[in-house]
């Protein structure tokens, strides 16, 4: 079997290599460069050459074959058009999610196939693993073939399921995670004892494959600044709204008006802002910080509360519209009029959240046990099985709606 190392220049997929070299596996390894316009960007324009001469000296390093892959127009078509789009909505995108499952694990991948690969092997700190049911007999999906499992690293810091929440089931079986079972300290000790040039890079930060940018400037490339109103909200509007009863009103995002609050002070884009922002509004005077709680990208308004607990912020459910509802695990697949148990994450790092599944024929309803804060659509909401594990199964995600 020849696998196909996405060498990035970083010590996690330089050890994935090392790891998979040590095992007697035929490998070779290949660098993709996915950007070039550096406007926004906060490192210079040399960073990705000098992460390609760093993986090119690892692969010499480990004596196996080095290749270079420009896959910019894939990028700029696949996920970077739809992260200016999204943001254009008011939407707050997340590209990294789409850079797994539309470039490294798709573009990449067929790649990694053209010149011979059978599997793709990554840095990722995720876990792959057979379906097995309660008889030890290996599970298949609606289409009859053998499924695999999406599950947490070992190192739960580190982890990096949530950003595979796209992967399809043929993805998912022609990747490999060798570092999956290992935490970060361990990754570097192997890196250092090997002498691999990548043993002290730092992590790399930002969007992926892009870097760490100023937003509103990287924005600016392809979204107009226009001045507009910033509205408080304070706390008082909530007393008079009536409670929400129905799993449809709890997952409906609150709309504001001007006349809601009182107007304190000019913004450069609604488009620039998303939910739960706090920094870079310009705002002072205040005894608690002030927060985005909505954006209106029609009236170009952004809508702000005082303090963290600000009723604005929190939600009790969230809906998800048919076609942005994606099963890793396929057999699972709910129909309308069923519900499910799971644990869920808003966002990457968030700690595991209760709630329940309801699907209903128009689209996949989330009620959480709990109010979350934050809820921002566009983002990724993503499930995983509720049976107690540290590092629980990803099963499936979905693009929060409103």
């Not at 074959?65 to 707050?92: H, I, Q, W």
């Not at 494959?209 to 507009?228: A, I, T």
């Not at 009620?367 to 590092?391: E, H």
């Amino acid at each position: 079997m020849k696998i196909c190392v996405g060498l990035s220049g970083g010590v996690d997929s330089s050890v994935a290599a090392l790891l998979l070299k040590r095992q007697g596996a035929d490998v070779f390894a290949m660098y993709m460069q996915n950007w070039h316009d550096v406007e926004g960007t906060l490192h210079g324009d040399c960073e990705w050459e000098e992460e390609k001469f760093v993986a090119e000296m690892v692969a010499r390093k480990l004596g196996i074959p080095f290749y270079f892959v420009d896959l910019s127009k894939e990028y700029m078509f696949r996920v970077a058009d739809y992260m200016f789009d999204e943001y254009s909505k008011g939407r707050t995108p997340n590209p990294d999610v789409l850079c797994n499952s539309k470039i490294k694990f798709d573009a990449f991948m067929n790649a990694a196939r053209s010149l011979g690969a059978d599997m793709v092997a990554t840095g990722h700190y995720c876990r792959r693993e057979p379906v097995i049911g309660p008889d030890g007999v290996r599970k298949t999906g609606p289409d009859g073939k053998p499924l695999w499992s999406l599950l947490e690293g070992t190192d739960l810091n580190k982890c990096q399921a949530y950003f595979l929440c796209r992967l399809s089931q043929e993805q998912l079986g022609g990747a490999l995670f060798p570092i999956g079972h290992l935490d970060k300290g361990e990754v570097r000790r192997i890196a250092a004892e090997a002498e691999l040039p990548s043993a002290d890079r730092k992590d790399s930060q930002g969007i992926c494959f892009v870097g760490k940018v100023d937003l509103p400037v990287f924005l600016q490339q392809k979204l107009k600044s226009k001045e507009g109103d910033v509205i408080e909200i304070p706390s008082s509007h909530y007393d008079s709204l009536p409670e929400p009863q129905s799993i449809e009103e709890k997952a409906r995002a609150l709309k504001y008006t001007p006349e809601d609050g009182r107007v304190i002070g000019k913004h450069i884009g609604a488009q620039f802002y998303t939910i739960g922002q706090r920094k870079g509004l310009g705002i002072g005077g205040y005894k608690e910080p002030l927060f985005v709680i909505a954006t209106d990208i029609a009236g170009n308004r952004i809508y702000l509360g005082e303090g963290q607990d600000h009723p604005g912020l929190y939600r009790e459910a969230l809906k998800i519209l048919p076609g942005e509802i994606h099963w890793i695990r396929t057999d699972l697949e709910m129909k309308p009029g069923s519900g499910m148990r799971v644990r869920l994450r808003i966002r990457y790092r968030q700690p595991l959240q209760d709630g329940t599944l309801i699907m209903k024929e128009d689209g996949m309803y989330v009620l959480f046990d709990k109010p979350q804060r934050g809820v921002t659509p566009g983002q990724f909401c993503v499930w995983y099985s509720d049976d107690g594990s540290p590092a629980p199964e990803v099963l499936g995600s979905g693009v929060i709606s409103e």
